[in-house]
T-cell receptor
Framework: DQQVKQNSPSLSVQEGRISILNCDYT??????FLWYKKYPAEGPTFLIS?????DKNEDGRFTVFLNKSAKHLSLHIVPSQPGDSAVYFC???????????????FGKGTKLSVIP | EAQVTQNPRYLITVTGKKLTVTCSQN?????MSWYRQDPGLGLRQIYY???????DKGDVPEGYKVSRKEKRNFPLILESPSPNQTSLYFC?????????????FGPGTRLTVT
């Protein structure tokens, strides 16, 4: 059973426009969520995170929104730049529940292409 | 420079020939983990370690072994590799405590088992 779902394998956006990447989760015990970015031939790098006590977290051009009732989060990139072209992974964990906080559950990833 | 290193970066081997992929971090992180990435499946955790001599299974541990004798090293051992272990492997590490969920990943090891 896939607990973290990224239903869009790919997304194309024009440079300067907004990119919205979506992620859904099924495990109601998840209380901390992260986005990672991955370029080809490199390991994933941490991008931004959000705790379940918040509904929004912003870092420069990147904003993550969390809708707990819908078990849905999204990553907004504004404005999108060609260098943002990468695979984006959504991840979730039980941050405040002991042993579960040591494991991240990842989605399958969404490949973002920003067209100049 | 703070980093996670993996060796080798690329490996082609044959079924049944034991191999070890090394992972080392220079950030004094307590937590280390191994993942595999496969097309259409994303990143799946193989094993993790909360500290020296403390390891536990992730979601897909079958066919793998790990050890954590030193804080900085966390090797992944395939005793008898099979073709279904052909994959891209990532090692990751993080601090315990508030930032421990933000894991730092190595560059990856692409393994092909024929």
């Amino acid at each position: 059973d896939q607990q973290v779902k990224q239903n869009s394998p790919s997304l194309s956006v024009q440079e300067g426009r907004i990119s919205i990447l979506n992620c859904d989760y099924t495990n109601s015990m998840f209380d901390y969520f992260l986005w990672y970015k991955k370029y080809p031939a490199e390991g994933p790098t941490f991008l931004i995170s959000i705790s379940s006590i918040k509904d929004k977290n912003e870092d420069g051009r990147f904003t993550v929104f969390l809708n707990k009732s819908a078990k849905h989060l999204s990553l907004h990139i504004v404005p999108s730049q060609p260098g943002d072209s990468a695979v984006y992974f959504c991840a979730a964990t039980q941050a405040y529940s002991g042993a579960g906080s040591y494991q991240l559950t990842f989605g399958k990833g969404t490949k973002l292409s920003v067209i100049p | 420079e703070a980093q996670v290193t993996q060796n080798p970066r690329y490996l082609i081997t044959v079924t049944g020939k034991k191999l070890t992929v090394t992972c080392s971090q220079n950030m004094n992180h307590e937590y280390m983990s191994w993942y595999r990435q496969d097309p259409g499946l994303g990143l799946r955790q193989i094993y993790y370690s909360m500290n020296v001599e403390v390891t536990d299974k992730g979601d897909v541990p079958e066919g793998y072994k790990v050890s954590r004798k030193e804080k900085r090293n966390f090797p992944l051992i395939l005793e008898s590799p099979s073709p279904n272990q052909t994959s891209l492997y990532f090692c990751a590490s993080s601090l315990r405590g508030g930032s421990m969920r933000e894991q730092y990943f190595g560059p990856g090891t692409r393994l092909t088992v024929t």
